[in-house]
């Protein structure tokens, strides 16, 4: 009499069940890469975009002060003739001008809230402190996280010209650096006002 039931062995079915979760462990893996990979690329974009507002931020306010209201606490100038420092402290002028408030008898300009910008190197942030001159209330906010270096230059020849240069790296839940190397931007701005 001839066997007529059909159906799988036990060995095929053991060969069956090896390359199924030969599969899955490769889409798991790659699935895994990818994660990562999708992380590396948030951290970036997130990187560039907060040093990106920072820095248009800080020279939108230097562009409102004027070269002598800046604080001369540069360095002595290298041999290319600049001169630098982390910290940089001027004052601008009221924010929200009128008749009565935009200039003095003299029609000198009216210097309202003195500005410093700073790292934080416990945090990794810079930090932007505001002291309004008429009633010393200091405020203080972030501009930007994850930052490892923040430097300002100027040439002694042309020191209304401030550059600011912002150096950034996030270290991710696994331990890794993004980017490998501190990320550096850098932007520019006038002092503009007399």
Do not use: C
């Amino acid at each position: 009499m001839k066997n007529t039931r059909k159906g799988f062995t036990f060995i095929e079915l053991i060969i069956a069940a090896a390359i199924s979760s030969l599969v899955l462990v490769g889409v798991f893996g790659i699935l895994l890469t990818s994660n990562k990979q999708l992380d590396v690329i948030h951290a970036k974009m997130s990187l560039e975009e907060s040093s990106r507002e920072a820095l248009f931020k800080m020279a939108q306010e230097i562009r409102q002060t004027s070269n002598n209201k800046i604080t001369n606490n540069f360095g002595t100038p290298d041999v290319n003739a600049v001169q630098q420092t982390n910290t940089l402290i001027f004052i601008v002028p009221v924010p929200v001008p009128n008749a009565a408030s935009l200039v003095d008898v003299n029609f000198d300009p009216l210097w309202a809230d003195s500005i410093q910008y700073s790292l934080d190197e416990a945090t990794n942030q810079i930090l932007r402190t505001s002291t309004n001159l008429a009633t010393n209330v200091t405020q203080q906010a972030v501009l930007a996280d994850d930052v490892t270096a923040l430097a300002f230059s100027r040439k002694t020849a042309a020191p209304e010209l401030i550059t600011i240069t912002v150096s950034t790296q996030r270290t991710l839940s696994d331990g890794r650096n993004v980017p490998e190397t501190p990320m550096q931007m850098t932007a520019q701005a006038e002092a503009r006002n007399p």
